[in-house]
Structure formats: C-alpha cells, structure tokens
C-alpha cells in the first residue's frame, strides 16, 4: 500500500519499498533452495526404496539409491513375522499411540499452565524459578534416567505406561516455549478479559491458548515424535512385560535377526518413521497458517 502526501509544491511518497532483484538473481536463488531441498530429501527418499526393494537389490554392492524391480514381499513379510509372535501386533500399535497422545496432550497442557502465571503475572521467586527451567535445558535426557528410574520406581510406576508419560509430561522444553510466546501477549488484553469477569482459567484457555496456537501446535510436533521413539532402549529400562511394550522394541527384535530379515527390517523402519512425518505435515500447514494471523502488539 502506497500513501501520497502533497506538502506545498513537493509532493513526498509514504509505503513499502519495493524491491526489485534481478532474473539472475531468482534463478540463482531457486536453484540454491532447489538443490538444498534435494538432499535434505535424499534420506527420506532413500528410505522408502529401500522398504520396496527385494533383498538382492538391498545387497547390491555398490548400493543402488532407487528400486528397479518393486516388491510388497518385504510388508508381506513383515506382517507374517509379527502375526507369528505371542502378543497381537495390534496390542504394540495400541501401546504406543497411547503412550504418545496422553504424553502428548498432558504435556501441552501442563506446560501452557505453567508457562501462562509465570510469563504474565508476577510473584515473588517468579524469576528464580525461570531461571532454574532454563538451566535444566543443559542437561541431556541421559543424566536424569538414574533419577527418573528412582522416582518411578518410588511411585510404583515401573513396568507401566505412566513410567514413560510422567517423565515425558515434565520436560522443561515445553515449559520454555510456551512461556516465550505467551510473553508477546499483550497485557491490556488479559486486563480486559479481567475487567468483563473472566477467571484466570478462562482467560488462559479462551485467550491465552488461541493467541498461542502455533507454540502449542509446534509443541505437539516435539513431543510427540519423542514419546513415539521413547518405546524403545529407553523403554525397556521402565517397562518389562511384553504386552506393554511399543512398536519400535517389536520392530528392533526384527533387526535382530540378521541378515535374513533385512527385507522387514527396511520395511519396518519405513512404518516406524511415517507417522511422525504425517504429523509434523500436518502440524506445519497449520502453524504458517497461524503464524501469519496470530502476531499481535501491544
């Protein structure tokens, strides 16, 4: 948009430059992306042909990168060595989506409800406990497991789901995110909301929450691809019982048969990583969507 303001005889132009950029340049520009999109999507191609190839192509030396002769033998099976195992394949799906979904939803929930008093009202040690949040990010995952596995097992929860979810639902990384978005918030907003009677608890979910779409959308991208991994070397030090067990430890006990399952092996990993894709293209479509409507200043 273009405002033209006439001062006396001079006549002075008010907007946005526009910036011109030569053929060149877009060229030079669209082939740059072009070719970093092309390997970051290398893996994830190679991946897939793999899951279709026959297992003379996979032991191709030197390695073919796309599939010649397409096969469904290796999902085929796939399906027959887990129809064969004492616990329903269905029972491993069943574990794991449980065990990602409540993580997930309870983690962005408590995480906004933590984030929300701490970035927006303010008490006594509120920077202090900030503060310890933020040095808990320096620690890896690793350093805690003794600890973790001390809680749980304190709190009965070994050899159960919550012994994964409840670790999960803490992390401080959504805490963080969370509380840096709720910060752009503007404070005349939730004095307003105050002003018309809302509580604290609708102004932080019919508010806050809305305002803060894209945090928690990205937000459920982390955790959930973490808690669908978690089943696995991770899992097995909470939980014992075959029946409790993910996807990701049936479809590692596929790995380990040797060189006779790659075929499965390919075809399970290629099942192991689509759902969290699914969800991060999903999730991101809504988050550039947001992203683009949901800025506010005060």
Known sequence: MKLDLRLGSKKISLGRKKINRSWYGNIMNVLFLGALG????????????????????????????????PTL?????????????????????????????????AHVIIASM?????????????????TIVVLSLMFSATVTQVTNYMTMSWLGMIDTYWAIIIPAIGSSLGFYLMKQFMENIPDTLLEAAQIDGCSEFRIYWNIVMPVVKPAWLTLIIFSFQSLWGAGGSVGSMYIYSEQLKSIDYALSQILAGGIIRIG???????????????????????????????????
């Not at 195992?85 to 409540?102: K, L, Q």
């Open 38 to 69: 092309y390997f970051m999507a290398l893996p994830l191609v190679f991946v897939i042909s793999n899951a279709f190839k026959p297992i003379d192509e996979i032991l191709t030396f030197p390695p073919k990168f796309l599939v010649h002769r």
């Open 114 to 130: 933590a984030a929300y008093p701490i970035a927006k009202r303010k008490f006594p040690g509120r920077t202090f406990l900030f």
């Open 264 to 298: 499965p092996s390919m075809a399970a990993t290629l099942l192991l990583i689509a759902v969290p894709i699914l969800i991060f293209v999903f999730a991101q479509s809504n988050i550039i969507q947001t992203m683009s409507t949901s800025g506010m200043k005060d």
């Open 73 to 105: 033998s290796n999902f085929s099976d796939l399906y027959n060595l887990l129809s064969g195992s004492w616990v329903p394949f269905s029972r491993y799906v069943f574990n794991t989506f449980f065990i990602a979904i409540v993580g997930t939803a």
